[in-house]
C-alpha cells in the first residue's frame, strides 16, 4: 500500500532554515510527481511547489521562489523539502502529497491534485 | 492567482440533512476543481476531481457540479461520519488554490 511517511516535528527560530523528509512506499517513486502543502494552525491549506521525483525538476509558488528547495533521493525514495529565513508566519503543518497523475511511456502527466498525503510534519517557528 | 471563497464557514446541520457547500472562484474555468475533507489531526482526503467526478470509494452521498465560477459539494443524506472540515481545490492554473474551508458540525 501507498505510504508518504514524514519526519518529526520541529521547532526551530527566526531566521534559521528547515528540512522536512517524505519517504515514499509501496509504488514506483518516480512515476508520480510530488507537491508540498503547508495549513497554518487553524487555517486553510496551501500549495507550495511540485517535484518530478524522476529528473527533479520543479516549480515553485511564487510567493516561496527563493526561500524553499525541494530536492529528492531516488536510492531511498525520499523527499525533502528545505524552507529558509524562517518567520513566524511559517509555523504550520508541512505535507507531502502525491499527484494523481501516472507516468506511463514516457509520458508524465501532473494533474495538481492530491490523493494521497504524508501524515504532516508541524514546524514551529519560535524565539 | 485565484482566489476561491467558500460558503459557508460554519455550517451546523444534523443526521440526514441535505447541506450545500459552495466554492466561488475569482475567475471562470472549465472543471479543474477538487474536494477534500478533512478532519482534525488528519490529512485532507480526496472526494471529487473535475468538478463531479467521485473518487472511487467515496460514498455516493456525495456529489458535485459546477463550472465558471460556482461550484457546489452536496452530501444528500448526512452521516455521522461526515462532520468535518472541506475544502475546495482548483487545479485550472498555477498556483493551485484551495478554499478557505467550510466547517461541518452537528446542530
Known amino acids: 500500500q501507498v505510504q508518504l511517511m514524514q519526519s518529526g516535528a520541529e521547532v526551530k527560530k527566526p531566521g534559521a532554515s528547515v528540512k522536512v523528509s517524505c519517504k515514499a512506499s509501496?509504488?514506483?517513486?518516480?512515476?508520480?510527481?510530488m507537491h508540498w502543502v503547508r495549513q497554518a494552525p487553524g487555517q486553510g491549506l496551501e500549495w507550495m511547489g511540485i517535484?518530478?521525483?524522476?529528473?527533479?525538476?520543479?516549480s515553485y509558488a511564487q510567493k516561496f521562489q527563493g526561500r524553499v528547495t525541494m530536492t529528492r533521493d531516488t536510492s531511498t525514495s525520499t523527499l525533502y523539502m528545505e524552507l529558509s529565513s524562517l518567520i513566524s508566519e511559517d509555523t504550520a503543518i508541512y505535507y507531502c502529497?502525491?499527484?494523481?497523475?501516472?507516468?506511463?511511456?514516457?509520458?508524465?502527466?501532473?494533474?495538481?491534485?492530491?490523493?494521497?498525503w504524508g501524515q504532516g510534519t508541524l514546524v514551529t517557528v519560535s524565539s | 492567482d485565484i482566489q476561491m471563497t467558500q460558503s459557508p464557514s460554519t455550517l451546523s446541520a444534523s443526521v440526514g440533512d441535505r447541506v450545500t457547500i459552495t466554492c466561488r472562484a475569482s475567475q471562470s474555468f472549465s472543471s479543474w476543481l477538487a474536494w477534500y475533507q478533512q478532519k482534525p489531526g488528519k490529512a485532507p482526503k480526496l472526494l471529487i476531481y473535475k468538478a463531479s467526478t467521485l473518487e472511487s470509494g467515496v460514498p455516493s452521498r456525495f456529489s458535485g457540479s459546477g463550472s465558471g465560477t460556482e461550484f457546489t459539494l452536496t452530501i444528500s443524506s448526512l452521516q455521522p461520519d461526515d462532520f468535518a472540515t472541506y475544502y475546495c481545490?482548483?487545479?485550472?492554473?498555477?498556483?493551485?488554490?484551495f478554499g478557505q474551508g467550510t466547517k461541518l458540525e452537528i446542530k
Open positions: 517535484i518530478n521525483p524522476s529528473g527533479g525538476a520543479t
Open positions: 502529497a502525491r499527484d494523481t497523475g501516472y507516468c506511463t511511456g514516457g509520458i508524465c502527466p501532473a494533474n495538481y491534485y492530491f490523493y494521497y
Open positions: 481545490q482548483q487545479y485550472n492554473s498555477s498556483p493551485w488554490t
Open positions: 509501496g509504488y514506483t517513486f518516480t512515476s508520480y510527481y
